[in-house]
């Protein structure tokens, strides 16, 4: 008379199955690629070299959410600058959102950027 599933069985038929290391990894080198392409306007080095980009989350769902901050508060692309990230992210067709966050803490600082910004920059 009981034709109900276990509740187990109804909540694992409706859940994401959690992404692999391989799914992660390619998920991960796309994102890189991706916002790579941002550049702040003010200086010729992408946002991910500058350190700009301080969190990348992305779920099972392939949610992403980035917090990223700019290299000063009253930069004239603030808010510009967390749609143009978002924009390039949209490009990856395996994503299904994305939210891009600006937060300023901890503040940017020159020591956040990769070795190849301080050498496009001539910081060394």
């Not at 916002?35 to 350190?51: Q, S």
């Not at 959410?65 to 000063?72: G, N, S």
Request: contains cysteine.
């Amino acid at each position: 008379m009981d034709d109900a599933q276990p509740i187990e069985s109804q909540v694992s038929a409706t859940e994401t199955p959690p992404l692999s290391e391989a799914e992660l990894n390619a998920l991960t080198d796309q994102l890189i690629e991706q916002l790579k392409t941002v550049f702040d306007p003010e200086i010729p080095v992408d946002v991910y070299e500058l350190g700009l980009i301080y969190r990348v989350d992305v779920s099972d769902d392939k949610d992403v959410a980035i917090d990223m901050t700019l290299t000063a508060p009253g930069c004239p692309v603030a808010g510009e600058m967390p749609g143009w990230v978002e924009d390039a992210v949209r490009k990856i067709p395996e994503i299904r959102s994305v939210k891009v966050d600006l937060v300023f803490d901890p503040p940017w600082d020159p020591s956040r950027m990769s070795d190849e910004a301080k050498l496009a920059l001539n910081m060394f």
